[in-house]
């Protein structure tokens, strides 16, 4: 009679736990949805109540340890010391973009956009003045600063 139980058990255990995961995004309920799926298989064949426990609870020990492996080499792959990534910056070296505020570079002032995104920008030439609206084309990159020529 117990045992007719425990398919449905496993079942909630595998959509209680994607529930809690969907609803916090705490990286953790979700290593116990695939437990509890593969219990609930085992269930159904009638597998022994003891055995199960154990698989559930050692499929669950192994998802969360290739989560915590997979999530600690996912953060190096993003921080990797660059606030945007070098390659982004690169792709924008000898696009033109639209000055938006007028790059002064006795001011210090100027910013650009470029690909739907605002960047401070200052002139190739120290001693040019581009107005608002006007078209220049990146010439490099200083930090983050993107250096412009007409």
Not at 35 to 55: E, P, R, T
Request: with cysteine; glycine share 6%; proline share 2%.
């Amino acid at each position: 009679m117990l045992s007719e139980i425990f398919p449905y058990l496993w079942i909630c255990i595998g959509i209680a736990a994607a529930i809690v995961e969907v609803l916090t995004l705490s990286k953790l309920a979700v290593c116990f949805v695939p437990a509890g799926l593969l219990v609930f298989f085992l269930s159904v064949f009638k597998i022994a109540v003891w055995i199960q426990v154990a698989v559930f609870i050692i499929i669950s020990l192994i998802a969360i340890i290739l989560s915590r492996i997979i999530l600690k080499k996912s953060q190096k792959f993003l921080k990797s010391g660059e606030p945007r990534g070098k390659w982004e910056y690169k792709n924008l070296i000898g696009k033109t973009a639209i000055v938006t505020e007028e790059i002064d570079s006795s001011k210090n002032t100027g910013s650009v956009r470029i690909n739907g995104m605002i960047w401070t920008a200052q002139a190739e030439d120290a001693n040019e003045l581009y107005e608002n609206g006007i078209i220049v084309t990146v010439m490099d990159i200083d930090g983050e600063c993107l250096i412009c020529s007409r």
